[in-house]
T-cell receptor, first 111, second 115 residues
Framework: AQKITQTQPGMFVQEKEAVTLDCTYDTSDPSYGLFWYKQPSSGEMIFLIYQGSYDQQNATEGRYSLNFQKARKSANLVISASQLGDSAMYFCAMSRSRLTFGEGTQLTVNP | GAVVSQHPSRVICKSGTSVKIECRSLDFQATTMFWYRQFPKQSLMLMATSNEGSKATYEQGVEKDKFLINHASLTLSTLTVTSAHPEDSSFYIC???????????FGQGTRLTVV
């Protein structure tokens, strides 16, 4: 069975600062993918970044980077230069054939 | 990126009636689609996996006779909530996995309110 844990129900960050959202996972599968999604209040799920279990380098997509520590089974999302529009719920997810989601972290960016 | 369209975005129905939600892949063929349910302030919970041309696979605890899933073509999956009750009020969202790409693409979601 797969399990995703996000221990931060809510996070606050000042505009233009960086923030790290934590995610740990548990799986017995040797091959898996890790994802981060953003869900604004409208409800849509916006794909942010992907990390494969065999990828040697940490994934980056613009202001998003994934701090992948395989031995610790963690896949933290780092958002640099936070913007007001980054305020949303963020979900970490794992997949081998279908997505398993964490509980989410509500990020609030303060002006 | 790939586009998944979900309709309707909002629906209010009376208790006891049925509601159909459509999920379409607009620019690709989706042999597999997933249906999730999300209560306020909670995570997405997988309800079922919809396979084109075959029966859906339901997660434990999801009533297959209440949540009917049909995946009749490679671009359309439907979820019908039968005999809806107020406790079925929730946010329902579908996703499709594109072959040879990473990640799932989600529809816009449907906010169902049963009164």
């Amino acid at each position: 069975a797969q399990k995703i844990t996000q221990t931060q129900p809510g996070m606050f960050v000042q505009e233009k600062e960086a923030v790290t959202l934590d995610c740990t996972y548990d799986t017995s599968d040797p091959s898996y993918g890790l994802f981060w999604y953003k869900q604004p209040s409208s409800g849509e799920m916006i794909f942010l970044i992907y990390q494969g279990s065999y990828d040697q380098q940490n994934a980056t997509e613009g202001r998003y980077s994934l701090n992948f520590q395989k031995a610790r089974k963690s896949a933290n999302l780092v958002i640099s230069a936070s913007q007001l529009g980054d305020s949303a719920m963020y979900f970490c997810a794992m997949s081998r054939s279908r997505l398993t989601f964490g509980e989410g972290t509500q990020l609030t960016v303060n002006p | 990126g790939a586009v998944v369209s979900q309709h309707p975005s909002r629906v209010i129905c009376k208790s006891g009636t049925s509601v159909k939600i459509e999920c379409r892949s607009l620019d690709f063929q989706a042999t597999t689609m997933f249906w999730y349910r999300q209560f306020p302030k909670q995570s997405l919970m997988l309800m079922a996996t919809s396979n084109e041309g075959s029966k859906a696979t339901y997660e434990q605890g999801v009533e297959k006779d209440k949540f009917l899933i049909n995946h009749a073509s490679l671009t359309l999956s439907t979820l019908t909530v039968t005999s809806a009750h107020p406790e079925d009020s929730s946010f329902y969202i579908c996703s499709a996995v594109v072959r040879d790409t990473k990640g799932a693409f989600f529809g816009q979601g449907t906010r169902l309110t049963v009164v």
